[in-house]
T-cell receptor, first 112, second 114 residues
């Protein structure tokens, strides 16, 4: 069964304390892996798409990497405004939205 | 207006009520989606309208009924809901509904069923 697991469930960091969020997946035929950010009371906002192992994407303090089994979202010197829930989603198998599987997210809190 | 707009933002309804959620996208996309988001659960795809084709999650109860009159508007009609249907309902759009596309989400409707 296709599955996406995110860890940790919650993470508290001091401002400036770098860390990583993990998204591990067991799917057949990875088409793409997506990272989204969700602020309280809002819908998810797209961050990155990764398509193949070894690929990396960066945006400001965030860097996403992909291996054959997992993806990491590295946060370098985070600021309080980086506080949000980060969602991972994996597109597997055939094309189509019904083959997009989301994780339950990591809730990140950055303390000033 | 830009992006994906959902109304209402909050909705409280009794189990015997009938209500509708509305979604409008201003991005020129061809695919629109309804997702359900419950606490500590993954986003659950409910329905997709893509290039005039409808795809639905077979586990969605018939008390949820989607309507997509055109590529910019999407509705979710609700009737005789149960308390376990309380959740955040998210609308999203994408370019064509194909793989590898990013989704653009609205802010959601927080639904409470009493």
């Amino acid at each position: 069964e296709d599955q996406v697991t995110q860890s940790p469930e919650a993470l508290r960091l001091q401002e400036g304390e770098s860390s990583s969020l993990n998204c591990s997946y067991t799917v057949s035929g990875l088409r793409g892996l997506f990272w989204y950010r969700q602020d309280p009371g809002k819908g998810p906002e797209f961050l990155f798409t990764l398509y193949s192992a070894g690929e990396e994407k960066e945006k400001e303090r965030l860097k996403a990497t992909l291996t054959k089994k997992e993806s990491f979202l590295h946060i370098t010197a985070p600021k309080p405004e980086d506080s949000a829930t980060y969602l991972c989603a994996v597109q597997a198998g055939a094309a189509g939205a019904n083959n997009l599987f989301f994780g339950t997210g990591t809730r990140l809190t950055v303390i000033p | 207006e830009t992006g994906v707009t959902q109304t209402p933002r909050h909705l409280v309804m009794g189990m015997t009520n009938k209500k509708s959620l509305k979604c409008e996208q201003h991005l020129g996309h061809n695919a629109m989606y309804w997702y359900k988001q419950s606490a500590k659960k993954p986003l659950e795809l409910m329905f997709v309208y893509s290039l005039e084709e409808r795809v639905e999650n077979n586990s969605v109860p018939s008390r949820f009924s989607p309507e997509c009159p055109n590529s910019s508007h999407l509705f979710l009609h609700l009737h005789t809901l149960q308390p376990e249907d309380s959740a955040l309902y998210l609308c999203a759009s994408s370019q064509d509904g194909l793989y590898g596309e990013k989704l653009f989400f609205g802010s959601g409707t927080q639904l409470s069923v009493l």
